[in-house]
Structure formats: C-alpha cells, structure tokens
C-alpha cells in the first residue's frame, strides 16, 4: 500500500488548488469565494519514483463558526491518524491568523512528519514575509505557489524522502 499525505489548514489558503496541481485532475472542489470542500477528496500522485495517495481535507460549514471549529479540529485530528505525512498549509496573503495558530496545536501533539506550506507565494519578493510562520516551530517551512507552481518541487522532494 502506498503512504498517504494528508492535506490541512484552514479554509481559502489553497488546499485544494495545490490538491489538484498534484493529482493533475480537477477533481476537489474550488470555490473562489468561500474556498468550500464539500468532501474529503484522495488522489494518486508519485514523485521522484515515490507513489503516495494524498487526501485534500475540507468539510467545512461556512457560516457557523462553531461547526466550523469543530470540523477542522475533526480533519486534522483524522490527518494525524491516517496520514503518514501532513502538509499543514497557510498562505503569505493573510499570514498568520488565530485559525492557522488552532491547527498548529493540533499538529504539534502529532509525531508525525510535518510540512508547513506557506502558499500564494507567486513571485520571489514575497518569500520574506513568509518567514513569520516559523513562529509555530515547526522545522521544514517551504514557500510555494499552488498557482504557478513554483516552490513545489522543493517541498516534494523533502516529503518523498520521509515516506
Ligand atoms: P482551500 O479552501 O484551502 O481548499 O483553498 P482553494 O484551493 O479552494 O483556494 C482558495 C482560493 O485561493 C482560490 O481562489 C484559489 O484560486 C486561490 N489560490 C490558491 N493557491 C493560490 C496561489 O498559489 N496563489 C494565489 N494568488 N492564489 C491561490
Ligand atoms: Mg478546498
């Protein structure tokens, strides 16, 4: 059976977008406004020779912030469970916010490999800002681009390495 790379962070950061960019199909769901998953989506992707299936989280209740607690906290605790390896996503757009900061406590109790994507990173100047997620402690930081896919390779390289 190959390893499973489970896909968290809070709702719009890109989950989905980068999701797709992986498994070369759209198949998640990507609302521009609201950034909705309806579902937890699972793919095949490989790389560097390495086949892994990877799980785009969502689920989340837009509109009652109580669900929507809730529910985060039940995706990634099921993330920690299942995933061999979790991408734990923000975006350089908003930076950090008290979502991301409820998901990193989350991770943190986990032992598994975690990689912290800072996405919307598009053009170069914008690598700096993103400096300011190290504030989780978490070691593997990486800046990407789901959109033009910049930044991805060195991220998957890593990942493929603990799998
Ligand atoms: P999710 O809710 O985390 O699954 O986020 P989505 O994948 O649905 O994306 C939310 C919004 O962010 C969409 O409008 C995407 O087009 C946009 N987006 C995703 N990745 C990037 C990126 O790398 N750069 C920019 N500028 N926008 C992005
Ligand atoms: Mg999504």
Same mark, same amino acid.
Not at 65 to 83: G, M, T, W
């Given at each position: 059976?190959? *390893?499973?790379v *489970?896909?968290?962070g $809070?709702?719009?950061?890109?989950?989905?977008t980068? !999701? =797709? +960019? %992986?498994i070369k199909?759209?198949?998640?769901?990507?609302?521009?406004?609201?950034?909705?998953?309806r579902? +937890?989506?699972?793919?095949?992707?490989d790389? =560097?020779?390495?086949?892994?299936?990877?799980?785009?989280?969502?689920?989340?209740?837009?509109?009652?912030d109580?669900?929507? &607690?809730? #529910?985060?906290?039940n995706?990634?605790? %099921?993330?920690? #469970?299942?995933a061999? *390896?979790?991408i !734990?996503?923000? @975006? /350089? &757009?908003d930076g950090?916010?008290?979502m991301? &900061?409820?998901v990193?406590? %989350?991770? $943190? +109790?986990s032992?598994?490999?975690? !990689?912290?994507?800072?996405n919307?990173?598009?053009?170069? @100047? $914008?690598i *700096?800002d993103?400096q300011e !997620?190290?504030?989780?402690g978490?070691?593997n930081?990486?800046? %990407?681009s789901?959109?033009?896919?910049?930044?991805?390779g060195?991220l998957l390289?890593d990942?493929v390495k /603990?799998?």
């Amino acid at each position: 059976m190959s *390893a499973i790379v *489970a896909i968290v962070g $809070r709702p719009n950061v890109g989950k989905s977008t980068f !999701f =797709n +960019r %992986l498994i070369k199909r759209r198949e998640a769901i990507v609302d521009a406004v609201s950034g909705v998953t309806r579902d +937890r989506h699972y793919g095949k992707t490989d790389w =560097n020779g390495v086949e892994f299936s990877v799980i785009d989280t969502g689920g989340y209740v837009v509109g009652s912030d109580d669900i929507f &607690e809730k #529910e985060i906290d039940n995706q990634v605790n %099921l993330a920690i #469970e299942e995933a061999d *390896a979790i991408i !734990f996503m923000v @975006n /350089v &757009e908003d930076g950090v916010t008290g979502m991301d &900061e409820t998901v990193a406590d %989350l991770l $943190r +109790r986990s032992k598994k490999p975690i !990689f912290l994507a800072v996405n919307k990173v598009d053009s170069n @100047n $914008r690598i *700096a800002d993103a400096q300011e !997620f190290y504030v989780f402690g978490f070691e593997n930081l990486y800046t %990407l681009s789901s959109i033009n896919g910049s930044g991805s390779g060195e991220l998957l390289d890593d990942l493929v390495k /603990v799998l």
